[in-house]
């Protein structure tokens, strides 16, 4: 007998914290400096209300980006994101240590990453995903591999999927 395909249901029931990549997934990938020198990344506002409504819903949210930026950690501060590492080229040791602080482990945790760096965490987690236009060896490794490109709303297609399957989606329709 073949194994039975697992629900959206089944996979979401666990899931008690969502770690993201930020370039590739939370912006396009693209690293904009201005004639000044100064960075600026691009944020989809959607995601920004789809994290929210995941911490609203009473799980954790955390980043993980191998780059240090001071957009990112205004956008963490705007969002309310407590959980942040930044410059880490090592992904898996950092979110180790996220999962711990969160009182997570591996099997309650969903990873999104888009490129090779993501690859060591997304092997180490139960729920994999990625963004279409994410490298061909992360859509290889994903369980997950969304519609939206990163940048483009992809956390929240992710977290809106994660939600629904948990039947915690409506009530924040009811705000």
Same mark, same amino acid.
Request: overall charge negative; some cysteine; hydrophobic content about 40%.
């Given at each position: %007998?073949?194994?039975?395909?697992?629900?959206?249901?089944?996979?979401?029931? =666990?899931?008690?914290?969502?770690?993201?990549?930020?370039?590739?997934?939370?912006?396009?990938?693209?690293?904009?400096?201005?004639?000044?020198?100064?960075?600026?990344?691009?944020?989809?506002?959607?995601?920004?209300?789809?994290?929210?409504?995941?911490?609203?819903?009473?799980?954790?949210?955390?980043?993980?980006?191998?780059?240090?930026?001071?957009?990112?950690?205004?956008?963490?501060?705007?969002?309310?994101?407590?959980?942040?590492?930044?410059?880490?080229?090592?992904?898996? =040791?950092?979110?180790?240590?996220?999962?711990?602080? %969160?009182?997570?482990?591996?099997?309650?945790?969903?990873?999104?990453?888009?490129?090779?760096?993501?690859? =060591?965490?997304?092997?180490?987690?139960?729920?994999?995903?990625? =963004?279409?236009?994410?490298?061909?060896?992360?859509?290889?490794?994903?369980?997950?591999?969304?519609?939206?490109?990163?940048?483009?709303?992809?956390?929240?297609?992710?977290?809106?999927?994660?939600?629904?399957?948990?039947?915690?989606?409506?009530?924040?329709?009811?705000?």
């Amino acid at each position: %007998m073949p194994p039975k395909l697992q629900t959206d249901f089944d996979v979401a029931a =666990p899931i008690r914290c969502v770690l993201s990549d930020v370039d590739g997934v939370m912006t396009d990938g693209r690293i904009i400096y201005d004639s000044a020198g100064v960075e600026t990344k691009n944020f989809h506002v959607r995601d920004g209300l789809a994290i929210k409504l995941w911490m609203l819903s009473g799980f954790h949210f955390g980043i993980l980006t191998a780059r240090e930026s001071v957009v990112v950690s205004r956008r963490a501060t705007e969002l309310g994101i407590r959980y942040v590492a930044q410059g880490r080229e090592e992904k898996l =040791p950092s979110a180790q240590r996220m999962m711990a602080e %969160m009182g997570c482990q591996p099997d309650q945790v969903c990873y999104i990453g888009d490129d090779l760096t993501d690859l =060591p965490v997304m092997k180490h987690v139960a729920l994999a995903v990625c =963004p279409a236009d994410a490298a061909t060896d992360v859509q290889e490794t994903a369980h997950w591999i969304l519609r939206s490109n990163g940048g483009d709303a992809a956390l929240r297609e992710l977290i809106e999927r994660l939600l629904r399957a948990k039947q915690r989606w409506e009530e924040h329709l009811r705000r």
